[in-house]
């Protein structure tokens, strides 16, 4: 379940990382709880569209840095060219104001908004 409420991109480049030749659409539905074939191909759309992996599903060196950094890869993108453009405090704020999540934002099944709302005190 948690590979279909999570974006991929992240664990694409990590198995990227570990095993250049892996066909990813083919490892990702051998997976307990397999995501969409249309969330793959759109996780592997959104690498080649930042520069982390070419049109065969090769890992770039930008793709290679991105694995690096404990961030979803657009961001660490967007750190990785500030730091070039040397505008890394901007970009920063930018990054992390993105990477959180919204505190106010409950989830989306019901059983664990029904949780959440108990938690809060609220009957339904």
Same mark, same amino acid.
């Not at 995501?35 to 759109?42: G, H, L, M, S």
């Not at 920063?92 to 664990?112: G, H, I, K, Q, S």
């Given at each position: 379940?948690?590979?279909?409420?999570?974006?991929?991109?992240?664990?694409? *480049?990590? /198995?990227?990382?570990?095993?250049?030749?892996?066909? =990813?659409?083919?490892? +990702?539905?051998?997976? @307990? %709880? $397999?995501?969409?074939?249309?969330?793959?191909?759109?996780?592997?759309?959104?690498?080649?569209?930042?520069?982390?992996?070419?049109?065969?599903?090769?890992?770039?060196?930008?793709?290679?840095?991105?694995?690096? *950094?404990? /961030?979803?890869?657009?961001?660490?993108?967007?750190? =990785?060219?500030?730091? +070039?453009?040397?505008? @890394? %405090? $901007?970009?920063?704020?930018?990054?992390?104001?993105?990477?959180?999540?919204?505190?106010?934002?409950?989830?989306?099944?019901?059983?664990?908004?029904?949780?959440?709302?108990?938690?809060?005190?609220?009957?339904?």
């Amino acid at each position: 379940m948690e590979l279909r409420r999570m974006p991929i991109e992240e664990l694409c *480049l990590q /198995v990227k990382m570990l095993d250049p030749n892996c066909a =990813l659409e083919d490892f +990702l539905q051998k997976t @307990l %709880d $397999p995501p969409v074939p249309e969330t793959i191909r759109n996780a592997i759309l959104a690498l080649q569209d930042i520069g982390a992996l070419t049109l065969n599903e090769k890992l770039t060196e930008l793709g290679k840095k991105l694995v690096s *950094l404990p /961030v979803h890869p657009s961001t660490g993108r967007m750190i =990785l060219f500030a730091l +070039l453009v040397n505008c @890394l %405090d $901007p970009a920063l704020t930018l990054a992390c104001a993105y990477d959180c999540r919204d505190p106010f934002v409950l989830p989306m099944e019901l059983d664990e908004k029904k949780m959440q709302l108990k938690r809060a005190g609220i009957v339904i």
